[in-house]
């Protein structure tokens, strides 16, 4: 090794981590093993971090023409799969983040760097979704499931009413969670038709005084989603929608709503960090009794650093922001995301009965995709079958069985077409 080499540099440094005999050995495939080793062998180390061929070592975020063979292809609700080369981005800048020499995980909230980070994330996700200024990005913790209690604590003191439309589980448990906070009416419930459909708008009897009509834009285990909104008709009435398993997946008017949160780990980033995005009118009225960590005030003052955030949550946000912009923003995103899910349903009506989804076609969720089998013995074996073909996570949800194909964003169109080959062999095998 020539003495200038930047591996040689980095032997004369003692603080570098090469230089401790507890440093993590690359094997020839990139991962690693905890051995301990002499310094005399460090001049083999300290090297690629990730496999020859893998661009991992590129900063480039651009998409693999072709599926890695290395993966399998995840039909999880969630947490989801992710684009590949987002994972082998925040892989190749896991050790040293853009020359910081540290991880995201180990940076400091407050520090420049995560600041860029964060303030990248969120200009990204206002170019995407074209949020107007009147709304306040935020990333917060906790969960969909907390913003259930935070919106009602926000927006209503405790006698004020709402409406709730309820097209399936996760609108149900929003509804209960508000129980506790303001008086929600339930004006729809799609519970008696095992929530298969979304009503028309017009015969909704909303509350006149109601603070905010609640929806759940996609029905993640029943497979429902909104395809266009109800206009909440209260006087001081807001939309308020639970986008968490289709945000991110086609264009949305903002304008329109009143608060939009979404779970990040479907569509944008792993479990951890929730975005809420609402109208700055709305902040600032929270009940005496919320919570610090539930007022949107305290959040949108502090640019969502009111106290540690999620960072490395946020920073791979950041990255599948940069990559759906890459892809052509969200325009482009809804064109593939109907192709995946035109072939899926069409396999699923086409076959005669043997594969059946329940759910209304006008309200077929692009993003979570249940259905039965006929012969419904026959399911575990469908679900055990796929899975050794590599397609993996297609059981459907423990409250209603069945199967579910979660094919958000990140799934690739390879990943549908292979699901839809095996349905079809499958069937022949079994019709
Ligand atoms: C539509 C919807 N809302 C809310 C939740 C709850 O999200 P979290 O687990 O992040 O609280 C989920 C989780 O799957 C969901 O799919």
């Not at 890695?68 to 925040?90: C, H, M, W, Y």
């Not at 935070?150 to 149900?172: H, K, Q, Y």
């Not at 990040?264 to 005496?288: C, E, F, M, W, Y």
């Not at 106290?307 to 599948?320: D, H, K, Q, R």
Request: with cysteine.
């Amino acid at each position: 090794m020539a003495a200038s080499s930047p591996h040689s540099l980095l032997l004369q440094n003692p603080n570098h981590p090469c230089n401790n005999s507890f440093f993590r050995r690359p094997n020839p495939n990139g991962y690693f093993f905890k051995t301990p080793i002499s310094k005399k062998s460090l001049s083999i180390t300290c090297t690629t971090l990730s496999s020859p061929s893998s661009p991992a070592s590129t900063s480039s975020l651009k998409s693999p023409s072709k599926p890695s063979q290395d993966r399998i292809f995840n039909f999880a609700a969630g947490p989801a799969t992710l684009p590949e080369n987002v994972i082998l981005k925040a892989q190749s800048e896991l050790f040293n983040w853009r020359g910081s020499g540290m991880s995201i995980m180990e940076m400091s909230h407050r520090g420049k760097e995560f600041l860029s980070v964060i303030q990248k994330a969120e200009s990204d996700l206002r170019t995407l979704l074209k949020i107007p200024d009147e709304f306040e990005v935020l990333f917060l913790q906790g969960g969909a499931t907390t913003q259930f209690a935070a919106i009602p604590l926000n927006l209503c003191d405790p006698g004020n009413p709402v409406d709730f439309v309820v097209t399936g589980s996760w609108g149900d448990k929003a509804f209960k969670e508000a129980q506790k906070y303001c008086k929600p009416n339930l004006i729809w419930s799609g519970k008696a038709e095992k929530y298969t459909k979304i009503p028309s708008f017009d015969a909704l009897e909303q509350n006149p005084d109601a603070k905010y009509l609640h929806i759940c834009a996609n029905e993640t285990i029943h497979g429902v989603e909104f395809k266009n909104y109800p206009t909440p008709k209260g006087k001081d009435a807001v939309l308020v929608a639970d986008m968490s398993s289709n945000f991110c997946s086609k264009p949305v008017d903002v304008s329109k709503f009143g608060i939009i949160y979404a779970g990040a780990q479907k569509n944008v980033g792993p479990a951890g960090v929730t975005v809420v995005i609402i109208r700055k009118d709305l902040i600032g009225h929270a009940q005496s009794i919320t919570p610090v960590m539930l007022d949107y005030k305290i959040h949108a003052e502090n640019k969502s650093l009111y106290n540690t955030p999620p960072c490395f949550a946020i920073y791979m946000c950041g990255l599948v922001f940069e990559d759906l912009l890459e892809q052509g923003g969200l325009e482009e995103i809804e064109k593939k995301n109907m192709k995946k899910g035109g072939i899926l349903y069409d396999a699923i009506d086409g076959s005669s009965g043997f594969y059946r989804c329940p759910v209304e076609k006008s309200v077929r969720s692009l993003m979570n995709v249940p259905f039965t089998l006929e012969k419904s013995d026959l399911e575990a074996e469908f679900i055990k079958e796929a899975a050794k073909e590599g397609m993996v996570q297609l059981k459907g949800h423990r409250s209603v069985g069945g199967v579910r194909a979660s094919i958000y964003n990140a799934m690739p169109l390879a990943g549908v077409e292979k699901l839809v080959a095996f349905m079809k062999d499958f069937q022949a095998k079994h019709a």
